[in-house]
């Protein structure tokens, strides 16, 4: 019976028909339509196996005439499962089809990137201008677009192929994601959209976003189980169609207008002539009917913080007047009895404008809402239409958790509620006795001083030169639900419930109610925080690369700064970290941190003078309130936010940023790197006559030695060692490789403490890499390459022999493991490979394999990367290696081989892990990097998306000699919570020196960093 209550509002994907709403297209805005819920794919014998390919497309709109024209969206295949209208394929869907997995199963998405040929003029290149060059009219426009994909909320792996946002998916390209969802995921709402960075925005937008359901929605509560509560999810979006009454049919960008350049101002009468460009007007404009006009916020001149441009880009236009600056202009008196199904700007549940539901008087149901839209705040409340008033929010669930008790919103008496961009509420809502209910978003009620800017008003005359005339433009405050620093979003009604035959059943949900399911909430409150770090949340034109001129290069910043070359956050696996965001920038923020949900702490809006403490409840989504500010935009207070998070399940990277996403793709995001618990590291020694060779291995937190191990006995030779987690445990393993005079074998030995064993005395696996009859050694190192969610084996073959490189799966139940790819990074050498690994690179997405040549060639530093990625409709094939950088580190005359490390020593600077070159001849260390804040701001932003296929340059950022005097090198890093520290050895034949060094910047403009000694053995 519960599978029955509940399926029965998602069956074919139109819920509940009303007769007299059905066939209902609203094409001519003369009726409602029903209520509804996307088509949703579901597992089957626990996998649910999906083909999305992102296309633009077009969908229909229950007011729009005809399909939308210019969206991006997903036409999807079903693999393994089924699907609810019994469609196993189907395309044109907005939002994207519902994907519904359960806790313990595995959802695969074979992501087709097919954004190609693309002819959307508002789908911009987001580039900025290089400083120095003339800032174009108007954006220019993407034709094809790389993509990749993030599930939102779900606690699994950021590694490989999973839940991997840095991924750089070129058009034309697939690549196949798994996602394992763990048993103890909590049942509910979450979401999936595209995540690549600096684009993420308009892909959202246009409509590459779908709900990703675990289990049930409402969070599988007892008492919605025994009493048959009915469920409706709902997906909230917005929509922009300028000509709806008239029949154009596409889906506009709204940003579009705050975008075009107008610093040069107007001469003459070239607005009034309409030879004045650029238009200000939507890019379909010139297609309306004569006699089409159109308003928007107006600005030229040089850029400051006076720009309202996009003000008011999220209010329908009937909402607002227009009133002219020259007697005789034109006047446009705000109409708001203009029916909501004829507006520009619309808000939609499950892609329905105001869809109608029918729900038995007194009847009690759970609604999830979900805001997946790319921007917009939507506050909410409930309005009973035959009283007026507006009953008490009961929260039951938030972001798919569900939560231990009910509560209650905290303003306006409980009675409305905030939904910030991705964040996702279950509620429960009784349908009133009498009457109909109403899910509204309201009039924010503050002040009854009406809003005003400047605007400019255009009238197509039939030419290509419609001519245009200044003024005003107000709104008032009834027209809109939301606003901060600069953006305001209006009122509409989102949902009509109207009475069904029959008598319904109340269930009582009252606050402080206990819920009694399960969830993943713990209550850190109490728990002293291992680390706490403070993030300053500010902007501005702060990229010294860009023009100051180009208004899409306004910088959303931590600490004066962009993604990537934000300070490393690096937290230990198990431990708990308290974060407290500091707002100086005049807007609201949603912060979503990937993989482990948070717990607010505490929460000052000091615009409204709110304050909150200690909320018991886990979410991934949570608003940083806007500041109070005084003249000039100066902060008089900052909004403040302070969250716990424990780092549990897995290690890897990903990222924390604010989900108005405009705000992620223009710099607020920050890395966040999960390291095991104990950042071990290991020291070969060489043996003598009679000794073999040892590692010895370190808890780089205080350099506590762990463990002594020999890897290869009767060996005196020096190994080559890596630490590694080849398992998947969350802790790192020590791989060691024989060295000269002896077989190329690997040992790799657990560092996790195993059948009675202490950690680093069992053996996980022991293979020979290369022919047994190679005597010259073997280099190794670890680290995920192959696309799962351990580390793989890498091997660099010894001299003799011509160079190679393999790499391989990591090991299962003891067996050697297997050989995922090879390759040959230096043709016709025989010198050997040294190997490291590492996120050396923004550019792909993925782990690199560094390598160098051994003694007697020239010591070319070379990068290579696995893709993983096939094209479009081509069956998977042999992995490929792609060369992504070369350079020399001790110039092309030096031939004395090196030692090669990677870390993120320059992780308060932000960027990748660094490469680190030490001379086996020579003693010098050199330190390279890709990019970081000693660059100033990334330039990666100047760069049009698509341009992550080029070659990477990597610069000198540090040098050094360790030693007075040395023969020669060798270089390993060590795990910190801020970055990464060097280890630099030398050896003789009786002992080793060890030293380590952290990094330091001397001067805030220093180019270069300097090494500090802070321990050595």
Not at 472 to 484: E, G, H, K, N, P
């Amino acid at each position: 019976m519960t599978a029955r209550c509940f399926y029965f509002f998602r069956a074919a994907g139109a819920a509940i028909v009303l007769a007299a709403f059905a066939g209902a297209s609203l094409s001519a805005g003369t009726a409602r339509s029903a209520y509804s819920e996307q088509v949703a794919l579901a597992s089957q014998n626990g996998v649910l196996e999906v083909t999305l390919t992102a296309h633009q497309s077009q969908a229909r709109l229950n007011t729009v005439a005809r399909p939308l024209k210019n969206m991006m969206l997903f036409a999807y295949t079903v693999n393994r499962g089924t699907a609810s209208n019994g469609h196993l394929s189907g395309d044109n869907l907005y939002p994207a089809p519902t994907l519904r997995v359960y806790p313990g199963q595995t959802l695969i998405v074979h992501l087709n990137n097919a954004l190609t040929g693309l002819t959307i003029r508002d789908f911009y290149n987001p580039a900025y201008t290089a400083k120095g060059q003339s800032v174009p009219a108007y954006p220019q426009m993407l034709t094809q677009a790389p993509m990749n994909l993030h599930v939102h909320g779900i606690h699994t792996s950021p590694m490989g192929n999973s839940d991997n946002v840095l991924l750089h998916i070129p058009a034309g390209m697939a690549n196949t994601y798994t996602y394992h969802i763990p048993n103890d995921m909590p049942q509910g709402m979450y979401w999936y959209h595209s995540h690549l960075h600096t684009i993420t925005t308009p892909q959202t937008y246009f409509g590459l976003a779908g709900l990703l359901e675990i289990g049930r929605t409402d969070g599988n509560l007892p008492v919605v189980t025994a009493r048959h509560i009915p469920i409706r999810t709902m997906a909230l979006q917005y929509n922009v169609v300028f000509d709806r009454m008239d029949g154009l049919s596409q889906m506009n960008d709204p940003n579009w207008p705050q975008f075009v350049s107008t610093l040069a101002a107007p001469r003459g009468n070239a607005l009034a002539n309409g030879t004045y460009r650029p238009l200000l007007a939507p890019v379909n404009f010139l297609q309306s009917k004569k006699g089409t006009r159109y308003f928007t916020v107006w600005y030229a001149g040089p850029l400051s913080i006076h720009n309202y441009r996009g003000l008011f880009q999220f209010i329908p236009s009937n909402l607002q007047q227009f009133t002219p600056n020259a007697k005789g202009g034109t006047a446009i008196r705000a109409n708001p009895n203009l029916p909501d199904r004829d507006r520009d700007i619309q808000f939609t549940v499950n892609g329905v404008f105001q869809p109608v539901l029918q729900i038995k008087p007194g009847q009690t149901e759970i609604w999830v809402l979900a805001n997946i839209s790319d921007i917009a705040y939507m506050p909410v409340e409930l309005t009973e239409t035959a009283t007026g008033r507006h009953p008490k929010i009961a929260v039951v669930g938030v972001d798919g958790n569900p939560t231990t008790a009910v509560h209650y919103p905290v303003t306006y008496g409980g009675t409305r509620l905030s939904i910030p961009p991705a964040s996702r509420f279950a509620i429960a809502v009784t349908m009133p006795e009498k009457g109909g209910l109403q899910l509204d978003m309201p009039a924010l009620g503050r002040s009854k001083t009406p809003r005003t800017a400047p605007g400019i008003l255009y009238t197509n005359n039939g030419t290509a030169n419609p001519p245009a005339q200044l003024g005003t433009l107000t709104v008032q405050q009834s027209a809109i639900s939301y606003a901060d620093g600069f953006f305001v979003f209006p009122t509409q009604v989102l949902v009509r419930a109207i009475p069904a035959p029959g008598a319904g059943q109340t269930t009582a949900f009252a606050a402080g109610q206990k819920l009694h399911a399960y969830t993943s909430f713990e209550d850190l409150s109490r728990v002293k925080p291992d680390v706490k770090r403070e993030l300053l949340i500010n902007g501005g034109f702060l990229n010294n690369h860009a023009s100051m001129s180009d208004p899409k290069a306004f910088v959303y910043a931590f600490g004066g700064n962009a993604f990537p070359n934000i300070p490393l956050i690096q937290p230990r696996l198990g431990s708990v970290e308290e974060w407290d965001f500091v707002n100086h920038n005049n807007d609201e923020h949603p912060i979503h941190v990937h993989v482990n949900d948070f717990q607010v702490t505490s929460f000052s809006d000091p615009t409204i003078g709110l304050r909150t403490g200690v909320e018991m409840w886990g979410e991934d989504n949570a608003n940083v309130p806007a500041p109070l500010l005084g003249p000039e935009e100066s902060v008089i207070a900052p909004g403040l936010l302070s969250m716990r998070t424990h780092f549990i399940g897995y290690t890897g990277l990903y990222v924390m940023h604010c989900h108005r996403l405009n705000h992620e793709d223009n710099g607020l995001m920050a890395l966040i790197n999960v390291i095991p618990a104990v950042s071990s590291y290991a020291i070969a020694i060489p043996g003598t006559a009679g000794h073999a060779a040892m590692i010895k291995i370190y808890d780089g937190n205080g350099d506590r030695l762990i463990r002594t191990v020999t890897p290869f006995p009767g060996s005196a030779s020096l190994p080559s060692v890596a630490m590694g987690d080849v398992n998947g445990d969350g802790v790192l393993d020590l791989i060691a490789g024989a060295g000269k005079g002896h077989s190329p074998d690997i040992a790799v030995y657990s560092g996790a403490a195993t059948a009675g064993k202490p950690s680093f005395e069992t053996v996980l696996t022991r293979f020979t890499a290369f022919d047994s009859r190679d005597r010259n050694g073997v280099s190794v190192a670890a680290a995920e390459i192959d696309g799962g969610a351990a580390d793989n084996i890498i091997a660099g073959s010894g001299a003799g022999v011509p160079d190679r490189v393999n790499i391989y799966h990591a090991p299962k139940s003891g067996a050697a493991p297997q050989l995922f790819s090879a390759f040959v990074p230096y043709a016709n050498d025989r010198s050997g490979v040294i190997v490291a690994a590492g996120f050396v690179d923004f550019m792909t997405g993925r782990n690199s394999i560094v390598t160098a040549p051994g003694a007697g060639t020239p010591a070319q530093v070379k990068v290579f990367v696995f893709s993983l990625m096939t094209p479009v409709g081509s069956k998977p094939g042999v992995p490929r290696v792609q060369e992504t950088a070369a350079f020399a580190p001790f110039g092309a005359a030096y031939r004395g081989g090196v030692s090669l490390g990677t870390g993120w020593l320059a992780g308060g600077l932000g960027g990748a892990e660094t490469i680190v070159a030490g001379q086996r001849t020579g003693g010098l260390v050199k330190v390279y990097s890709s990019g970081s804040a000693l660059q100033g701001a990334p330039p990666m932003y100047l760069d049009n998306p698509s341009a992550h296929e080029r070659m990477t340059s990597f610069g000198l950022i540090a040098s050094f000699r360790p030693f007075a005097q040395t023969s020669g090198v060798g270089v390993e890093t060590t795990n910190t919570t801020a970055g990464s520290d060097l280890l630099v050895s030398s050896a003789n034949s009786t002992r080793v020196s060890v030293i380590k060094y952290r990094f330091v910047r001397p001067t805030k403009t220093a180019p270069a960093l300097g090494a500090v000694r802070v321990g050595g053995l």
